[in-house]
């Protein structure tokens, strides 16, 4: 195994993490008519600059790939070593199929789109698909890599992934089936989902650079 090698990949999705989470920060703030507890930010992948949000999705899901490559790498030999790195692979996955299939707009976003528009559109499908699987690819994984760190003996980091994995699911769950409402409802299901959204990224960071930090040299 090259160290040096597998450290880069890994240090893809040190990046990709803090990448999608302050550029699309950014977004949701000067985003004209982008409301955070309204809007999740797939949306912002629809109107004059949705390309940013579009390259965003592509790029940062091919860092985790990448990231996922260097994990299975660093892993080779040891508990976890398959299922960890390959659903981290397949959220990397989902996240440029997300890019690649634009959500459909919804809640007055883009503006000029009516605040009860519920039109779906098979790009729209298959965004909610891609995302879905690999929503699913990053809950497991985390359990995956919980049971890994049990067996060691880490409890922060058996925690750490558990609580990470059930509050994606739970938080998933809601996006899916309350984004349709209005009021109180919606705004909880949003900051919730996005709050998941940057636990989900933080998670994946931390894990990269404690399988770095773990390799010869690290």
């Not at 000067?30 to 797939?42: A, C, E, I, K, N």
């Not at 629809?46 to 790939?65: E, F, K, P, Q, S």
């Not at 879905?132 to 990053?138: A, C, T």
Request: glycine share 16%; aromatic share 12%; charged share 10%.
């Amino acid at each position: 195994m090259n160290s040096t090698t597998t450290k880069a990949l890994l240090a893809c999705t040190l990046v990709a993490g803090p990448l999608y989470v302050v550029v699309g920060a950014i977004e949701a703030f000067v985003r004209p008519g982008f409301d955070p507890t309204r809007h999740d930010l797939s949306l912002l992948a629809n109107g004059r600059w949705g390309w940013i949000h579009i390259l965003l999705l592509v790029l940062t899901g091919l860092l985790t790939v990448a990231g996922a490559i260097g994990m299975r790498r660093a892993l080779r030999g040891s508990r976890g070593e398959t299922w960890g790195p390959l659903l981290i692979g397949l959220y990397g996955a989902g996240l440029i199929g997300a890019g690649v299939f634009v959500a459909d707009p919804m809640n007055g976003f883009p503006p000029g789109t009516s605040a009860d528009a519920n039109a779906v559109s098979w790009h729209g499908i298959l965004h909610f698909v891609c995302g879905g699987i690999g929503f699913l690819g990053l809950i497991s994984a985390c359990f995956v890599f919980a049971r890994r760190f049990a067996a060691l003996g880490e409890r922060g980091w058996t925690i750490f992934s558990m609580a990470t994995g059930v509050l994606y699911f739970a938080a998933f769950f809601g996006i899916a089936s309350g984004s349709q409402q209005g009021g109180a409802v919606l705004t909880f299901v949003v900051l919730a989902f996005t709050a998941a959204v940057v636990l989900g990224w933080a998670w994946i960071s931390a894990l990269s650079f404690r399988v770095r930090d773990a390799l010869p040299g690290g």
